[in-house]
């Protein structure tokens, strides 16, 4: 027979004794929520609808149906969200062409979201401190071979 569990057990994942600590604050090392966004792989529904996004300001299906030809504005607005794009949504009540009210999302760009970034390049502060370190090491050894 098994033993009932007892509340004096092992401490939940949720405990502090097994949440990671917090990152330091290293220069050139951000945190997500306070990174810029990426911007999506061309030639994508996600780039479209974000193009279509930074023009209008604010993007609906109908809108996107007919400026980009796509059908899934919602799994497009999912992706950019997760790129670290800040996309608001607010539901409108329109009129379809049999006269029946229907609800639909409008997505908004937060303009305060910051500059994109594209994946895989570093960040200026930090290519300065590069420079300056390649150019340290380099100078006692330019010294030598022109001596």
């Known amino acids: 027979m098994r033993k009932r ?4 057990g ?3 994942a949720k405990t502090s004794a097994h949440s990671t600590p917090q990152q330091a604050d290293l220069p050139g090392i951000e945190r997500a929520s306070e990174a810029p966004p990426t911007l999506p ?7 479209e609808a974000l193009a ?3 023009r209008y300001g604010h993007l609906d299906q109908r809108e996107f149906l007919d400026d980009a030809g796509g059908w899934r504005l919602a799994a497009a607005v999912h992706v950019l969200r997760g790129l670290g794009w800040r996309i608001e949504t607010e539901r409108v009540s329109v009129t379809l062409a049999n006269g029946e009210a229907a609800h639909i999302a ?4 937060d303009r305060a979201a910051g500059k994109p ?3 895989g390049f570093i960040a200026p502060e930090l290519a300065a401190w590069l420079v ?3 150019a340290a ?4 050894l330019s010294a030598r071979w022109f001596a």
């Open 52 to 54: 279509l996004l930074l």
């Open 41 to 47: 792989r061309p030639n994508t529904r996600p780039a």
């Open 117 to 119: 970034r594209q994946p």
């Open 5 to 8: 569990p007892t509340s004096e």
């Open 132 to 134: 300056l370190a390649v």
């Open 10 to 12: 092992k401490p939940s």
């Open 106 to 109: 409008r997505y908004h760009l």
């Open 137 to 140: 090491f380099l100078l006692p």
